[in-house]
């Protein structure tokens, strides 16, 4: 009992490095969050199209999809902290040609098209490489769990932070210096970059030649081992269906904001908040866990409790209950993508990290381009609340069927990875 109480609530915070990442990280992210709740209204705002919001969603994260893969290869060959030094400074100047574009008013829709295009380029190179990094930053291995959960914290932190701040900024100066802010808030997570101490590491793939051949091989590597064994391939399938599916935010609170519920800015700002709401209280929920055991069964729960709260926020016409109900669905999605990102990171080696988180990106944000895609089209001819209510079905039934599926997976992990099997488990 005395050994339990010595552990800290937190522990990935005893590394320095992850301390400053995390506060780096987390004034970004809140300028991360301010830009895509003035990108929707901007975009919403020029053209009144539910389908050209699904264009710019499409644009921003199709990248994810194609292009991610190839992210993890590099993640797997290169420094992790050198590449985030480049994306990070990349997005900040996405980020100032947005701002001034736009307080210049020369800003077309175009123009925002191509620059989230760019910015998902930039992505699919820095997502999988900071999935990687985190293990490299925390000190203690039994730490990496707590990591993950709050990296979760501090994303959905900003997701609450963020949009109240920009439906504020909007209303008040307009999208242009909320870019303009975003751009700032690079500097935050660039300083962290800088300050960290790291050890050298020695990357195995970094050996062979950096040739076409060798990318296409490491790719197979990476395919290979991640749909070659069933927790992580159902997993994988689980998360892309849902996302394509359940967290297209991006094209629905739009329509629901002006449309539905006729608000205006301050009323995106609230709504996205409150998404991000019920996220946090999901992601610090995680963050206190102290071990792996049980998150198969969250990743089972998590998209009946979103599928059920988007089938009552289609019939929902109250500004606050639809972001309870949003609030709802933040704790499922995020409920289920943590979970089964801490379990991928668990039962994944060390030498493929990079590319097997890159297929899980591919799979979350991946399909969630094409969700935003299929979603803005379908909104277009069958209406937002019709859509939703779908689709909230829809994930309730994939939500079963991966259940009945748990108890086999959990013998296929316990029989690979015996530490994580229950310790009154008979042989």
């Known amino acids: 009992m005395n050994s339990i109480k010595q552990i800290p609530p937190f522990p990935a915070f005893q590394s320095r490095n992850y301390r400053l990442f995390f506060m ?12 895509m709740v003035a990108m929707i209204w901007l975009v919403y705002h020029l053209t009144q199209s539910s389908v050209l919001l699904g264009v710019v969603g499409f644009a921003s994260q199709v990248p994810n999809l194609i292009l991610v893969p190839f992210g993890g290869v590099l993640s797997d060959r290169w420094n992790h902290q050198r590449i985030l030094l480049v994306t990070q400074t990349l997005s900040m100047l996405q980020s100032f040609a947005l701002a001034i574009l736009t307080l210049t008013d020369a800003i077309q829709i175009w123009q925002i098209i191509a ?36 990296n979760s914290s501090i994303f959905n932190g900003a997701r609450l932070i963020g949009p109240a701040i920009g439906g504020l900024l909007l209303a008040k100066v307009g999208a242009g210096y909320c870019f303009l802010l975003d ?3 690079y500097i935050a997570v660039l300083l962290a970059l800088t300050a960290m101490r790291l050890k050298p590491k020695t990357l195995s793939s970094a050996q062979t030649p950096f040739t076409l051949a060798a990318i296409v091989q490491h790719l197979k590597e990476g395919f290979v081992y991640a ?6 391939r159902s997993l994988l399938i689980m998360v892309g269906l849902v996302s394509f599916l359940g967290v297209n935010f991006v094209v629905i609170i739009p329509v629901f904001s002006h449309e539905i519920l006729h608000g205006d800015a301050n009323t995106l700002g609230i709504l996205m908040a409150a998404s991000g709401v019920g996220s946090l209280i999901a992601a610090v929920q995680l963050s206190l866990r ?34 309870v ?25 060390d030498e493929m990290r990079g590319r097997v988180m890159s297929i899980y990106i591919m799979s979350f944000l991946g399909m969630i381009s094409f969700g935003n895609l299929f979603q803005g089209t379908l909104v277009s001819f069958i209406g937002a609340p019709t859509t939703v209510a779908i689709n909230g079905i829809i994930c309730v039934v ?20 015996p530490e994580l099997a229950p310790p009154d488990l008979e042989p």
């Open 24 to 35: 780096g990280q987390g004034l970004s992210l809140i300028g991360t969050w301010i830009t």
């Open 115 to 150: 620059l989230s295009l760019f910015q998902g380029i930039v992505n699919a190179i820095d997502a999988p490489t900071r999935q990687a990094f985190v293990p490299e930053i925390v000190e203690r291995k039994e730490s990496l769990i707590n990591a993950i959960a709050l």
């Open 183 to 185: 751009g700032i808030s």
């Open 227 to 232: 749909f070659g064994f069933a927790p992580i």
């Open 290 to 323: 102290r071990e792996v055991r049980g998150l198969g069964q969250l990743v089972a729960i998590a998209p009946i409790i979103s599928g059920v709260g988007m089938i009552a926020f289609a019939g929902s016409r109250s500004v606050w209950l639809s972001a």
């Open 325 to 349: 109900l949003l609030a709802i669905m933040g704790f499922g999605s995020l409920l289920q993508t943590a979970s089964s990102n801490t379990i991928i990171q668990t039962l994944v080696h």
């Open 398 to 417: 994939v939500a079963i069927f991966y259940a009945r599926q748990l108890p086999k997976l959990r013998r296929m992990v316990w029989a690979s990875h």
